[in-house]
């Protein structure tokens, strides 16, 4: 059972405009979520995170918000450039004292940003 | 600058010969993580490190096992692998165990099994 969702394989954007890729979860006990950064050949790159005592982070044009009730993130990218083509992959923690630092991934989102 | 050091980036082995997958790290990090990413799948966690303790996931199969000399280096080993067992092995790495502990990742290696 796929504990963290991503149920875009694929999103195709034009330059400058917003990207809004999407997440859910079933887990209540994750109370960490990231998403990381994947280009061909590389591995995946920690992009931005947010903990469950809050609904939004941004950090410049990333901005990743959760809502706890609906258990649902998302991530949007404004604006969008060429160089954010790559595999968006979410991923969640759970909460945990000195149990490990455990994240669960969804199947990512292949972001393609078109000139 | 690499910091998580995969080798090799691709591995070709035969059904059921032992092959064994290389890990180092520069950034003197105290946990030490190994995924296996099917195709079109996500990275699942297979075990980790902290320091010198080892902690499998339940639902790791026995063939898979792990070895972790000293701080720098990990290495996974499938004793005899099967067929189903050709995917991306991405090795992580993390200062410590905490939730908000960044992991980092190296690139991969791809295994085939012929």
């Given at each position: 059972d796929q504990q963290v969702k991503q149920n875009s394989p694929s999103l195709s954007v034009q330059e400058g405009r917003i990207s809004i890729l999407n997440c859910d979860y079933?887990?209540?006990?994750?109370d960490y979520f990231l998403w990381y950064k994947k280009y061909p050949a590389e591995g995946p790159t920690f992009l931005i995170s947010i903990s469950s005592i809050k609904d939004k982070n941004e950090d410049g044009r990333f901005t990743v918000f959760l809502n706890k009730s609906a258990k649902h993130l998302s991530l949007h990218i404004v604006?969008?450039?060429?160089?954010?083509s790559a595999v968006y992959f979410c991923a969640a923690s759970p909460r945990?004292?000195?149990g490990g630092n455990k994240l669960t991934f969804g199947t990512g989102t292949q972001l393609k940003v078109e000139l | 600058d690499a910091m998580v050091i995969q080798n090799p980036r691709y591995q070709v082995t035969q059904f059921g010969k032992p092959v064994t997958l290389s890990c180092s790290q520069?950034?003197?990090?105290n946990v030490m993580y190994w995924y296996q990413q099917k195709s079109s799948q996500a990275p699942k966690l297979l075990f980790h490190y902290y320091d010198k303790d080892f902690n499998n996931e339940?639902?790791?199969?026995?063939?898979f096992q792990s070895r972790r000399p000293n701080t720098s280096f990990c290495f996974l080993d499938i004793r005899s692998p099967g067929l189903g067992d050709a995917a991306m092995y991405l090795c992580a790495t993390s200062r410590?165990?905490?939730?908000?502990d960044t992991q980092y990742f190296g690139p991969g290696t791809r295994l085939t099994v012929l």
């Open positions: 079933t887990n209540s006990m994750f604006p969008s450039q060429p160089g954010d945990l004292t000195g | 520069t950034l003197n990090h339940a639902d790791t199969p026995d063939n410590e165990l905490g939730s908000t």
